[in-house]
């Protein structure tokens, strides 16, 4: 193996990004939240990037892996799941828990005790000081509990596995892996992945209910409040103007669904023609979202994930003619054989943070192909490394017929320079070799600084906590 290609470091830098007070099923954003930024460095000096969750949970499974890469080769990417430990609940007693294993994740959600912060060369440290709070992953609920089975079918990005974590892991490692090859080859990824089939990718303008300001001391900015169909109309057309976005997603399951059916329709008649979608997040019964689909009919591209779970979404299916999409039950290659079997929907999110890397995504988009399942792209919030990952895989995607999610245009911080520009609501696909990103390494390091000294609650993301702090009366919404 030529010595340029092996992995000589391996840095993490957690951080804190600036969010804006967006609603959800599950509470609002906190005012920071946590990714982890991951550079892994060649004995040719090349660095490779990559993003995922910065949840504590996430970092305790990062660390023994980023020890154990020194000496790989940056092209045994399909190597990562077997160091990351994935599958691992199932072999683990075989092995007995080899060196490579990681961190183990606690039953109760919680994480293995982290050892204190090392700084390495003076650069930002690769260790997250041990947490004052139990963690859950980010977007699920915080009594939610990790486990190797697998519960809490509620959490924004559906069923929560020790795998699910450690694929998110593994995902920024990959990118990180393909980023370095792709740079010493002079190719960019989606050459690694196969090649290009469009030279831009869509994205979809992300419409969220949300509060003017976050509640105290937070980050501000001059959106407003969106509180009711005249307020996400305001910001539908701000997009619109900014980004040229010709789909727009609307997040419900904030209001009375009765509301949201008036934005979907509000936004039909500001912009006629174009693609909408709603998102409740699981928030509604089967009869309320039997309600939404036929008032709706005649204007969804899809309704994403109007209730919960694989069986209530067939029961839908199986008594509208509304497309379902999903990112919450159909997000494991195991859920998939119940899922397609049950006709429970008719488009897959891809996200190649939880499916466990891009190579794991075209994996997927080859299964819907086979099925004849669509394809769209979910997102969380995200920096540019992850929307650079996202653009080069969704360009490999022949079968990628939906505009992506994106939250990026919600974050005003980004560790890369220049910020990616949307025209028309598009991305161009970069040629450049790698991910075609560049580092800034002043931002990386003040955003690792504010996750060194914000308040230790907010390096796990917690909407619901985030919420009962100034409502504390506040529910879980249920329709
Ligand atoms: O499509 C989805 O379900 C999401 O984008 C989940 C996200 O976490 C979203 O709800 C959010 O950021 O509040
Ligand atoms: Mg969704």
Redesign the pocket.
Same mark, same amino acid.
């Given at each position: 193996m030529d010595s340029m290609l092996i992995i000589d470091e391996v840095r993490l830098t957690p951080i804190l990004i600036s969010d804006p007070p %967006?609603l959800?099923v599950q509470g609002v954003?906190q005012p920071y939240t946590p990714r982890l930024i991951v550079e892994v460095i060649t004995r040719a000096g090349t660095t490779g990037l990559g993003e995922t969750y910065g949840d504590r949970v996430y970092l305790d499974l990062a660390r023994p892996l980023a020890d154990t890469l020194p000496g790989h080769p940056v092209t045994d990417v399909n190597a990562l799941f077997e160091l990351a430990g994935v599958g691992r609940a199932a072999a683990g007693e075989r092995d007995g828990g080899s060196s490579l294993s990681p961190a183990p994740v606690a039953r109760d959600g919680g994480s293995s005790p982290a050892p204190a912060p090392v700084a390495r060369d003076g650069r930002p440290s690769s260790s997250p000081a041990a947490g004052e709070r139990d963690a859950g992953a980010s977007?699920a609920p915080p009594h939610a509990p990790v486990t190797e089975a697998g519960v809490d079918a509620a959490g %924004?990005r559906g069923v929560r596995t020790a795998d699910k974590l450690r694929l998110s892991v593994v995902s920024a490692f990959e990118t990180a892996c393909l980023d370095a090859l792709g740079k010493t080859l002079g190719l960019p990824v989606h050459a690694l992945l196969g090649g290009k089939v469009r030279d831009s990718v869509e994205y979809s303008a992300y419409l969220f209910h949300r509060w003017a300001a976050h509640p105290g001391d937070g980050p501000t900015d001059d959106w407003g409040a969106a509180l009711d169909p005249a307020g996400v109309v305001a910001q539908a057309r701000r997009f619109d103007r900014l980004h040229g976005f010709r789909s727009f997603k609307l997040?419900g399951g904030v209001f009375p669904p009765e509301q949201e059916i008036a934005t979907i329709r509000a936004l039909a008649e500001a912009f006629p023609g174009r693609p909408l979608r709603l998102?409740p997040?699981g928030a509604w019964s089967v009869d309320t979202s039997l309600a939404v689909a036929h008032e709706l009919r005649d204007v969804l591209e899809y309704l994403?994930?109007p209730a919960s779970g694989t069986d209530a979404m067939a029961e839908i299916a199986a008594r509208t003619d509304v497309p379902l999409a999903t990112?919450?039950c159909v997000t494991t290659f195991e859920e998939i054989p119940e899922a397609f079997a049950k006709d429970a929907v008719r488009i897959v999110?891809c996200d190649h943070h939880y499916w466990g890397g891009l190579h794991r995504t075209r994996e997927l988009a080859a299964l819907c192909r086979t099925y004849g399942i669509g394809l769209s792209m979910?997102?969380?919030?995200h920096l540019g490394i992850s929307l650079a990952a996202m653009t080069q895989v969704a360009a490999t995607l022949p079968e990628l017929h939906h505009a992506c999610?994106t939250?990026y245009p919600w974050q005003t911080e980004d560790v890369v320079t220049p910020r990616p520009v949307f025209r028309a609501g598009r991305l161009p696909v970069s040629d450049a070799p790698g991910l075609g990103v560049q580092l800034d390494r002043r931002a990386l390091a003040a955003l690792h600084r504010r996750w060194l000294t914000a308040d230790v609650a907010l390096r796990d993301r917690d909407d619901t906590s985030t919420i009962l702090s100034t409502h504390p009366t506040w529910t879980p919404p249920h329709w």
């Open positions: %967006l959800n954003h977007s %924004l997040k998102d997040n994403e994930d990112n919450m999110l979910h997102s969380n919030t999610d939250h």
